[in-house]
């Protein structure tokens, strides 16, 4: 399955180096996250939250898994989660990051629209021909936009947390 959403562009590996220690990073970051477990429906009250903090997630002293909060009336669709494990080397940091931009939630999404695309075809082609030579095409770039757009929002929220991540990171440390 990685392999499938590597290729994808949905899952990406990077490492950030930072000139910070360990635990100091890790106290660092814990003041600026709101824990959360990132459960399925961990996003239901983050528009309603009153803390400044732009992650939630947790963090210990082997690694980390943030993902970034919803705002209200923020319309960038964030589903990418970022995991990560640290390895101090001298007085740099390395942390190396794994973002993940397909959301389990989207799972039968994309298996129930394909069946209904299949099953309206099917149905087309039942028809008679005049009205199938219609309706197929409609279909099928109905279908293209239905499981294209939600890939591509989720492929651009990997590219925005990795970004995001690298730069929040280096910021929180120099505060």
């Keep these: 399955m990685n392999k499938l959403l590597t290729r994808l562009n949905l899952l990406k590996t990077t490492t ?3 000139l910070t220690e360990k635990y100091n990073f890790i106290s660092i970051v814990n ?7 990132l459960g399925y429906f961990s996003d239901m009250g983050d528009v309603f939250s ?3 903090a ?16 919803r705002k209200f009336f923020d319309y960038n669709m964030n589903f990418a989660k970022a995991e990560g494990r640290f390895s101090q080397q001298g007085d740099t940091l390395k942390i190396n990051v794994e973002i993940n931009g ?4 989207m799972a039968p999404f994309f298996i129930m629209v394909p069946l209904f695309y299949i099953f309206f075809i099917v149905m087309a082609l039942q028809d008679s ?9 409609f279909l099928l770039l109905h279908g293209l936009f239905m499981l294209g757009i939600p ?3 989720m492929r651009r ?4 947390m990795k970004y995001e991540l690298e730069r929040d990171f280096y910021f929180m440390i120099k505060k």
């Design 151 to 153: 890939y591509f929002i």
């Design 129 to 137: 021909f005049e009205a199938s030579m219609i309706a197929i095409p």
């Design 102 to 105: 397909f959301s389990n939630q």
């Design 31 to 37: 003041s600026n996250i709101d824990q959360s477990d």
């Design 16 to 18: 950030i180096e930072l």
């Design 54 to 69: 732009e992650y939630k997630g947790h963090i210990n002293s082997y690694g980390f898994k943030l993902k970034k909060k």
């Design 157 to 160: 929220s990997v590219k925005r």
């Design 50 to 52: 009153s803390s400044k």
